[in-house]
């Protein structure tokens, strides 16, 4: 069982529409989950909230937070926000190390973030190298080092906007069937994203749709989508009806 | 769990040096493993068997159904061999339904086979070619189909003998470390290619050496290496800790 | 403006799903588009048909006939059937011949297909390389040669089901929302494959969106993606505004 | 028809040989086009210069801007240059901000720069790279935001020097014959390389032979050729008769 | 020193427009070179001679080997063709077998052919194919087998029509300086296919821009392009000034 | 011959592991041989040494240097160091300017560096972007400039811990056979990480029997692999008999 998965997003609200299923059924097998956002995208993702007159950015980002911490708290998990701005997110040696230090404190088993392409947002790209890099910093080279280390976790990046675009293939399907309405709700709490619950609730069905197809097993109905980046270290090899969509 | 498992190689002795730790685990842990050759290897592979004086070709065949049997017993498999002759194998129609009728009647969770790239060998890319056009017509199309279907098996690739120049890119490493005996034991079986030993003894310390990097693990000690060429569907997010290297 | 248009299906349904909306759109400006299934699906994908008893190969096939007529019919189409047989379909010699005279005789400025790989289907990979292969046959090298020849016609490929496990990289969203209704109706013909209808419904909405994040134009509804593997041959660099969703 | 084009290179004759006939053509059509040089190439494309005894920085700049401006008018184009320096040329906070900003006062349909890899310049990756980010920042991530933005640009790369070696595959072949004449005379304006004449003369004359072979259009003679980065949102699926070379 | 080179073509006169320049360096430094097409070209290449009134194939067969022939004279070449027809060629076992054994019979250092990709041309990728199936045939699996083998020899292609849409990456330049004048002479005898002399008379041109960059070597005019597609082994890391272009 | 060899490592030992034997071999042939490590790898690398209490900073770098001072010259290598600080390396713009400087010194034929990519190491493409900056930076645009240039070196990449994973395809495989025990020798210096000795002498072993395979030179006992990424421009196509293993 996974203890411990780390979430991180260049936005507040990424982890929503892209690992909300994966995080709520980590947390109901007992995982502790922890959700960071490197900024609160209150420049490139909250023109909702500056429609409102007299709006300021400490108000938006309050809100994007407030937002933020009910949707994680719905899905059992803890929302932490380095708040170091968007559009352009820019990673400088001490957002680095601050990374690498918090990867260190967190000791993830797995860390979900996103594809180190996207040509639709300056920051998606940026948050992944930082990740790959911080990552590395706190778990070595696999050998003795002058710092202290953590097991190199599991990298999987969760699904872009538009994925063939990103490069995105996807290799691991998850099934949220389980946890559907608690993405649901998660995700209504992005008020100041609402266009995006319709496609993402479609996506779920889509994704579904492909899983079932894939594994031939017909009680999936809803599912997330995945792309694992670094390999597995197994004691047998994984089937659909072992340890998988086992049922 | 696994519990039906298809190696399907070119010739006689493929499964021995690529997979033999994968079907050990699989048979320890009660799985039913089914090793298929498409041909012996009589003409590319069996050169120490032809410089015996008066050899025939269907004495070099006996040979290598002996050898290949007893390697199969010890790993705790059957031994199938369609016979259909090597440099160049060929797959006309009828071998092709044959071998999806065998698909069909096995049922396998798991078919293990080459990769689908190897500038190395004539026979192995024509092997890939036709495991998966088999196993797409004995599983349909995920839909209704005219004819009865199985589920859609899984699939791996194997390592071929020169991997970077294979495309081969692993990214499941199996920790064989509790079956590496049978291993060492069932290549001892393959008399005819007795240079194969020390290569590929050496090779599973590699592969065990990069699955410690990876997992930070400390007790893989002999690991095979495979490519995943088919997404995996599943309940949670694995990651090293959680049904795979969870000792 | 294209005056031919030649969409080529492994089965009989294959163009509703997939470019209804761009034959509605060429038939709509004049253009004379036929539709050429190589063969009716009457094994892989009838399944719906075959659970009616006493049902035989001759009356799937009538049935697929019928109903891809009608979609086509609607879409302003002629459809043409070569009944080479599915799961597997096979071209020979004479069938690729067969092919070449048929793009000859049709001329068309475009070519629709299927994409290079799919391996979630067997006939769709053996669709496409026939295609391209008679394509050549029936447009020469681009020097004189002993027969007739046609111009080179632009070749699209349609969305498969799984894009990204199929390498789909879509390039061209063509804006269907002028003619959403006739695909619509062209998908009700297909009576033996309903449960596509849904996905496919909401297929149009997802890549309409898409379509709007790229092009910054709010008009488009509903898309058909679709990536195009020849170059273009241009008097102007297009861009949106000139030409594409200049309304 | 394109309102507004806009080229991006990384020295300040880069527009000349990569893209006079776009420049040309879109002018003549009643275009605006502007082309902005983010350095003069004074220390790395200027040696001819420097062979003057006693030449001096800023002697060179002003000779190099002298030269693209007559270029530029030739071609109907206005001449800016950010003057950032070259080799190597490097892009900070203020910088990326500034062409930003530029992108959004011009507005473009389209924006043409250098490819993302160039094993044989260090500039012109990291321009392409700061074209694609400030390109971002300028128009949004599709969705409200804080600031003001244009609709996203389409994006061409030109064709760099040895194209294969810098990943560079056209798609879209220009027809340039009808200002094929304008482009020779934009070349002789950079006195400064003259050398690169008689090589990008011949490209265009090899590109035409390409472009006659893919369309079958017998009157193209010279063709720039461009990589279209972007997908196309179009009305209907182009061929080379309608839109394109449809003399 | 290479001591013997083979050069397969899919058509007679593929091999003077793509190697002539090697062909003669290695017969100017006494290598044995010969030349194998595994068709006429009469139907695909050979229009200019089937405009000519009363045409038979029989007699474009045979001015097709007398051009070939001549031009392979002037290279120092043997000229062979297999006549397997052309448009489609096609490769059944016994041609296989018969190209496997000629590979044998000629036991050749290096073989230069077609890319595995040609858009183009039907005929290139199945003539690419073929020599790579009937190499492995004739060296073996590089261990003791049932049949004479040969050593493997190093693998080139030469460069197609169009080649980054044939993915073709030159990673070899051959200075031709030295026997351009040959090339020109055998590009002449090819009558029937004229059109092609200026294209590749420029191109050798072209080639020698980019050696002299790649290099630094000033003293390279004209150059052949190729892909090497098998690994060197060496027993020193080669450079450009040692056992290359060390003049 | 190769007269001067640069090989740029991120860490003190890189060289030993990974291009011991072409160095020895380089030297062995008259060349000169520099070896320059940005860093100490001292906190990455190193913890060997940071297990004995009261260690230090200034002693580890120290004793790194010292070993890998020893290790070059058993090699025939000259040692330098610029002590950038690891984990993470950081190259600043004075950093870039010295290393193309010190590029510049050295004018090498040939650099040897890490490969671009290492998701298990944030060092090693750090220090390959950087070589490949510098180089250009060092090496001009192949025009004349207004700084002094070096000819463009070739450029290697030494094989990475887990080549498959860091996109490694070796495409020059070195006999190292001659050199073998000097190999042995300067990787025993290292004693800070000894752990890889018997990793890296097996590793010789096997791309010693990849040389055989691939060129079927049976002399070949031990190699190196590499991959070139810089173009070769010959003199003549070098094939596996004449220039390469010609023994």
Redesign the interface.
């Known amino acids: ?3 411990r ?1 780390l979430v991180v997003g260049a936005h507040a609200a990424d982890f929503v529409w892209r690992a909300a299923g ?1 995080i709520a ?2 947390t109901a ?1 007992g995982a502790q989950a922890t959700v960071l956002a490197l900024s609160y995208g ?7 909230l ?2 409102e007159p007299g709006q300021t ?1 400490e108000r ?1 980002k309050q809100i994007r937070h407030e937002q933020a911490e009910r949707a994680a708290q719905i899905l059992g998990a803890q929302f932490v926000c380095f708040d170091l701005g968007d ?2 997110l ?1 990673i400088d ?1 001490a957002a ?1 190390e601050r990374l690498a230090a918090f990867i260190r404190d967190v000791g993830p ?2 860390i ?1 973030t996103h594809t180190p392409h996207d ?4 920051d998606h790209p940026v948050t992944h190298d930082a990740v ?2 911080a990552r ?2 706190a ?9 202290e280390t953590v ?4 990298v ?1 990046c969760f699904e872009p ?5 990103c490069g ?8 949220i069937t389980p946890v559907y309405e608690q993405k649901i709700m998660a995700m209504q709490q992005i008020g100041s ?1 609402q ?1 995006l619950q319709h ?1 993402y609730t ?2 779920a ?2 994704r579904g ?9 017909a009680t ?1 109905r809803y ?1 997330e989508a ?1 792309q ?20």
Not at 42 to 48: A, V
Not at 168 to 175: E, G, H, I, Q, R
Not at 230 to 246: F, I, K, Q, Y
């Open positions: 069982m996974t203890k998965l994966a059924l980590a097998q209150e420049r490139g993702e909250s023109g909702e500056w429609k950015v938006v559009y352009p820019e040696r680095l088993d797995i979900i040509p639709f947002n300056p790959m890099r590395l910093l778990s070595g080279a696999g050998v003795a080092s002058a710092f097991k190199p976790p599991v999987y906007h538009q994925p063939e675009l995105f293939t996807p290799n691991v399907f998850l099934d994203q266009y496609y479609e996506l069905e889509r749709n492909h899983a079932r197809r894939i594994s031939g097993d999936v599912a995945f694992r980046i670094t390999p597995a270290v197994v004691r047998w090899l994984p089937s659909h009806d072992e340890g998988e969509v086992s049922r």
